[in-house]
């Protein structure tokens, strides 16, 4: 079965500064989304890539799949306090076929003022 | 955009209890349902996918006797725990999925059984 890795699994940085968090499949990614969490909460909808070395931005976040795709990365430029929170990367592994969604372990996000 | 409204977002409940969680699709029509479970600090872990109009499918591990899963139109899937225990206090999330691509997830509810 497909498993998903994020590195790191905590981070906190200055405010102002950048980051990057890491995904990580064992199997090929046919569908790599990255969502964000407030603990306690929805998921909000970030990002979804699916060619190899796709790159999309949003605001001061971007997120890349390699080419091979089987490693994501989503970077966040210039991080302010808004950003904080846990970052999830979702793969489907049977891409279109069953349709569902699973998770990385997820990476906590704190950004200090 | 495509919303889930899920209720209610919390509830606390006695042992021995049953609990209904809903979600509805508000503006789409959700072909397809997962329900996940979330501990503290821990990931989205998957319980079960839910068709309309057939039985849910059930991820390893998950007691489909326990945690009945209905989706009896293609606006409204329900979570059920019965014989609630405080080992099932966690935090349950629906998600969807119509016809377009892309997976849409309600707020989430956080059980606390006493």
Not at chain 1, 31 to 49: A, C, N, P, S, T
Not at chain 2, 18 to 42: G, H, N
Not at chain 2, 88 to 114: K, Q
Request: charged share 20%; aromatic share 10%; with cysteine.
């Amino acid at each position: 079965s497909q498993e998903l890795e994020q590195s790191p699994q905590s981070l906190i940085v200055q405010e102002g500064k950048n980051l990057t968090i890491n995904c990580t499949s064992s199997k090929t990614l046919y569908g790599l989304y990255w969502y964000k969490q407030k603990y306690g909460e929805g998921l909000i909808f970030l990002m979804m890539l699916q060619k190899g070395g796709e790159e999309k931005s949003h605001e001061k976040i971007t997120a890349k799949l390699d080419e091979k795709k089987q490693q994501s990365s989503l970077h966040i430029t210039a991080s302010q306090p808004s950003h904080a929170g846990i970052y999830l990367c979702g793969a489907d592994p049977l891409y279109n076929q069953g349709g569902k969604l699973i998770f990385g372990q997820g990476t906590e996000l704190s950004v200090k003022p | 955009g495509a919303v889930v409204s899920q209720h209610p977002s919390w509830v606390i409940c006695k042992s021995g209890t049953s609990v209904k969680i809903e979600c509805r699709s508000l503006d789409f029509q959700a072909t397809t349902m997962f329900w996940y479970r979330q501990f503290p600090k821990q990931s989205l872990m998957l319980m079960a996918t839910s068709n309309e109009g057939s039985k849910a499918t059930y991820e390893q591990g998950v007691e489909k006797d326990k945690f009945l899963i209905n989706h009896a139109s293609l606006t409204l899937s329900t979570l059920t725990v019965t014989s609630a225990h405080p080992e099932d206090s966690s935090f349950y999330i629906c998600s969807a999925r119509g016809r377009e691509p892309g997976y849409t997830f309600g707020s989430g509810t956080r059980l606390t059984v006493v």
